[in-house]
């Protein structure tokens, strides 16, 4: 079970703690009267996002719609480059056909073919090269070479396929930019919602009430470092010895970290250990030396500043 102090910046950390958020407000609808952010409203916001239960997260929702138009780009993208290159392939090929009509270095014939800058070097872009070859082939018919499929028809299918091609992929990359568009519009509401959720609690519950870690969230009370101990008092124990020393519970501790300093024996403090009660036994204390007990209170937060008691052992 997750535990954040707020909503996290990622979608997949908000989707998790969505899912979190939704059980618990469902669950403790009877004990948590929330409002403006309960459970239909968390489920539908989450929902939106992330598609109804049992469906494909691959594909449902505002996120799997945006995967599948990113999945059709890419498609796109492929299908396009090969348009591309069959374009070149067939500019290249014919090229090297018309040589043996147009000459193998460039001259004013080239001109027909769009050769105008004193080089028959292939372009990048193969579309311009293939409207020039199109009506040049089909003006010179006896420059076609049907057994090679170098021919004004191929040409033209060739221009039309790669005309679709880019135009599929313009068309799939701007449904991508909406599909992106809309699911961030979406993340965007239920961040919203969490964080409405998450104040709406702070009205709701104490800042120590254990049903904040239901909802996912650590308690406030655990966000902050714990109060300095206060009322410790060491008293002899039933044994030669022994000493137990006890405090007051400190608002917002786990633990207590207990350290003890006999003076003339010990060069520095001695942690005796982390206790959960605000209570401990120390024993086989030299007796008749003066002890120290330090005492600090301790939370995820951090450490409170120590309090200090002392007593002559009995």
């Known amino acids: 079970m997750t535990s954040v102090t707020q909503v996290p910046n990622t979608n997949d950390g908000m989707v998790v ?25 968390i489920t539908a916001d989450l929902y939106d996002f992330v598609g109804q239960p049992g ?22 993208a492929t299908a396009r480059r090969a348009a591309v290159q069959a374009a ?16 193998r270095r460039w001259n004013p014939l080239w001109q027909s073919v769009g050769f105008t800058n004193g080089s028959i070097a292939l372009p990048y872009d193969p579309m311009p090269l293939l409207l020039k070859l199109r009506p040049h082939l089909i003006a ?5 070479l049907a057994a090679e499929n170098l021919t004004a028809a191929e040409a033209n299918a060739l221009a039309v396929a790669l005309t679709a091609a880019v135009n599929a992929e313009t068309v799939a990359v701007a449904a991508r930019d909406a599909a992106r568009g809309a699911r961030d519009l979406s993340a965007g509401k239920l961040r919203t919602r969490l964080v409405g959720l998450r ?28 109060a300095v101990v206060t009322g410790l008092t060491l008293r002899a124990g039933g044994f030669p010895g022994e000493v137990i020393a006890e405090w ?27 206790f959960t009660e605000p209570t401990a036994i120390l024993s086989g204390l030299p007796i008749g030396q003066t002890l ?23």
């Open 17 to 41: 703690l969505g899912h979190q958020c939704a059980a618990a407000a469902s669950d403790l609808a009877a004990e948590v009267p929330l409002k403006q952010n309960n459970a239909p409203a």
């Open 55 to 76: 469906t494909d997260p691959a594909t449902s929702g505002r996120q799997g719609a945006f995967n599948q138009r990113r999945i059709a780009v890419t498609a796109a």
């Open 88 to 103: 070149r392939d067939f500019n290249a090929r014919a090229v090297n056909h018309l040589k043996t009509f147009l000459g």
């Open 140 to 144: 010179n018919p006896a420059h076609e």
């Open 199 to 226: 104040s709406e609690l702070e009205q709701l519950l104490s800042d120590d009430d254990y049903r904040w870690r239901r909802f996912g969230f650590t308690r406030p009370i655990d966000r902050r470092t714990p």
């Open 248 to 274: 007051q519970p400190s608002i917002g501790a786990d633990s207590y970290r207990v350290l003890r300093m006999v003076q003339t024996v010990d060069p520095e403090p001695v942690e005796i250990g982390l």
């Open 292 to 314: 120290i007990v330090t005492v600090t209170a301790r939370n995820v937060a951090g450490e409170s500043v120590p309090t200090t008691a002392t007593i002559v052992v009995a």
